[in-house]
Nanobody
Framework: EVQPVESGGGLVQPGGSLRLSCAAS????????MSWVRQAPGKGLEWVST????????TYADSVKGRFTISRDNAKNTLYLQMNSLKPEDTAVYYC??????????????GSQGTQVIVSS
């Protein structure tokens, strides 16, 4: 299986913004529900957000609701996560995942490298 390639992470001050991207390949991207998950240092995998194949069904974890926006461009096989008002507790490695939500993603095991987000002053 071809692993997705995440990008866009970096070091940002609290209150700042980042836009993550995930380039997917090896499967028909447009028909799959996709999610973002993250893993903070020393913690388990946490589901962040999910978007349906057509982009019409979107859900967020309470911890990011109102600050993060998930989107996708099926023509480019790319998943995005716009992150605003970042907090230190958002510091984590972020992964895009072909899984359907908080329960479905609970057993997800990242095979890609992810993209590191560090929120610090």
């Amino acid at each position: 299986e071809v692993q997705p390639v995440e990008s866009g992470g970096g070091l940002v001050q609290p209150g700042g913004s980042l836009r993550l991207s995930c380039a997917a390949s090896g499967f028909t991207f447009s028909i799959y529900t996709m999610s973002w998950v993250r893993q903070a240092p020393g913690k388990g995998l946490e589901w962040v957000s999910t978007i349906g194949g057509g982009g019409g069904i979107i859900t967020y974890a309470d911890s990011v609701k109102g600050r993060f926006t998930i989107s996708r461009d099926n023509a480019k096989n790319t998943l995005y996560l716009q992150m605003n008002s970042l907090k230190p507790e958002d510091t984590a490695v972020y992964y895009c995942a072909r899984c359907p939500g908080p329960i479905g993603c609970s057993s997800y095991s990242p095979g890609s490298q992810g993209t590191q987000v560090i929120v610090s002053s």
